[in-house]
Antibody, heavy 116, light 112 residues
């Protein structure tokens, strides 16, 4: 059974930083594209970033380019999202999910709140 | 970016009755490889999204057969044959044909 568990969310002031993690079991990250999707309070789903197996390709939504960095640690079967220069509009639940566009497995999400 | 437009945004349904959600894309979702990358997701209250349908009409494992997906090009639909209480959720369509992947606004299905 595939399980994805996110962690690292919390309350941070505008301009601050957070590092989100997604630990996987029942799945080998080295074989999958991995993706972060977020959901602002009461809103819909937004694709944020993804990373190809091996890390040779990374893509970001325009609103986070230059501020967020996606990475993986295949030895730990983990996915990360380093978030810097956080803005109020980055407030959301962040989900990790499998695949480039398939999104067949999802974690439970981790909540990020950016507020002064 | 490709805009995904769902309708209706709110769908009150009677238990046991059918329900249908429309999803229209601003561009054809037929990929150069011949596939159409259109998924449907269900998000129950307080839960993570769950994929129900991939590539227009393929049901995921464990998804009841009362859920079906159809469509082509720019027009797609998710149908629930007989709505059950467990189906109360927000449903999202999502396209993966064009970069970046984009989601519809979501359709809230509730029991009336």
């Amino acid at each position: 059974e595939v399980q994805l568990v996110e962690s690292g969310g919390g309350l941070v002031q505008p301009g601050g930083s957070l590092r989100l993690s997604c630990a996987g079991s029942g799945i080998t990250f080295s074989s999958y594209w991995m993706t972060w999707v977020r959901q602002a309070p009461g809103k819909g789903l937004e694709w944020v970033a993804n990373i190809k197996q091996g890390g040779s390709e990374k893509n970001y939504v325009d609103s986070v380019k230059g501020r967020f960095t996606i990475s993986t640690d295949t030895a730990k079967n983990s996915l990360f999202l380093e978030m810097n220069s956080l803005r109020v509009e980055d407030t959301a639940v962040y989900y990790c999910t499998t695949g480039r566009v398939g999104f067949d497995y999802w974690g439970q999400g981790t909540r990020v709140t950016v507020s002064s | 970016d490709v805009v995904m437009t769902q309708s209706p945004l709110s769908l009150p349904v009677t238990l046991g009755q059918p329900a249908s959600i429309s999803c229209k894309s601003s561009r054809s979702l037929v990929h150069g490889d011949g596939n159409t990358y259109l998924n449907w997701f269900q998000q129950r209250p307080g839960q993570s999204p769950r994929r129900l349908i991939y590539k227009v009409s393929n049901r995921d494992s464990g998804v009841p057969d009362r859920f079906s997906g159809s469509g082509s090009g720019t027009d797609f639909a998710l149908k629930i044959d007989r709505v059950e209480a467990d189906d109360v959720a927000v449903y999202y369509c999502m396209q993966g044909t064009h970069w970046p992947p984009t989601f519809g606004q979501g359709t809230k299905v509730e029991i009336q």
